[in-house]
């Protein structure tokens, strides 16, 4: 007897084949789901260095085609079908579903079928054990002094921005590398980013972080020891401070 869980108009049927060798079918949720990857995530640092296997997918409501969800599922999400749809439910409203035990492991069959595996890091920077760089867009292997991109996913997934940003497991800010031959068009890019995210009071501190820097750079360079003096425009009046 046939039994399978399949994705149909954004939604997931169950079909069987009954006593009399027919098939037959059922409408189980109002919404689809797809295997999407399997993501192996290291944790490499200078004390540790640990693995993580999660499995990410694709859902997508019957009556809004046009947008996808991404859902990361860990290990313990899999124990049994009552856990694995909570994570399903969590920020989304409006899904239903009928599954017993018995569906839930037809589903499993479906979405791990033909799935592929990439490789996350869950720091970016420097990973001691491979010698090599993690930026939110490439790798930079250090043996070979040659750059690749991260992360590695099939290329028929055709997956943007967003989505990928839903995957990466590190929150704040992202560090990216961008390869060019004229430096300032990558300056220039990112000094507009800066302007439209921050306002004036974030981007006076983020100047005032370049200036000290640049300062303690020339003075170990120029080995020099002069104090500098600075206004600053403070809530209550204007207060000096000192660099040395």
């Not at 909570?86 to 492991?105: A, C, P, Q, S």
């Not at 590398?177 to 430096?183: D, I």
Request: hydrophobic residues 40%; charged residues 25%.
């Amino acid at each position: 007897m046939t039994k399978e869980i399949k994705n149909e108009n954004n939604s997931m049927i169950y079909c069987y084949t009954d006593k009399n060798n027919v098939l037959q079918s059922a409408k189980i949720s109002n919404y689809s789901l797809n295997g999407l990857v399997t993501l192996k995530e290291i944790s490499n640092t200078k004390n540790s260095y640990k693995i993580t296997e999660k499995l990410a997918l694709w859902l997508t409501k019957e009556h809004e085609s046009h947008n996808r969800y991404i859902k990361i599922i860990q290990g313990g999400d899999e124990i049994d079908y009552r856990t694995f749809f909570k994570v399903i439910h969590n920020r989304i409203i409006g899904l239903y579903e009928d599954f017993n035990k018995k569906k839930y492991l037809l589903l499993m069959q479906m979405l791990y079928k033909d799935i592929k595996s990439t490789v996350i890091y869950t720091n970016f920077g420097y990973q001691p054990r491979e010698n090599c760089y993690v930026m939110g867009n490439k790798k930079i292997l250090l043996d070979t002094k040659s750059i690749e991109d991260y992360p590695k996913f099939p290329d028929d997934l055709y997956l943007n921005e967003e989505e990928i940003l839903q995957i990466l497991p590190a929150n704040g800010i992202i560090p990216k590398l961008f390869e060019c031959e004229n430096p300032e068009i990558i300056l220039e890019g990112f000094v507009e980013t800066i302007i439209k995210v921050f306002d004036a009071p974030v981007l006076m501190a983020i100047a005032v972080g370049f200036v000290v820097v640049s300062l303690i750079f020339l003075f170990q360079t120029l080995k020099a020891f002069h104090t500098l003096y600075f206004m600053a425009n403070q809530m209550r009046g204007n207060q000096p401070f000192y660099i040395y």
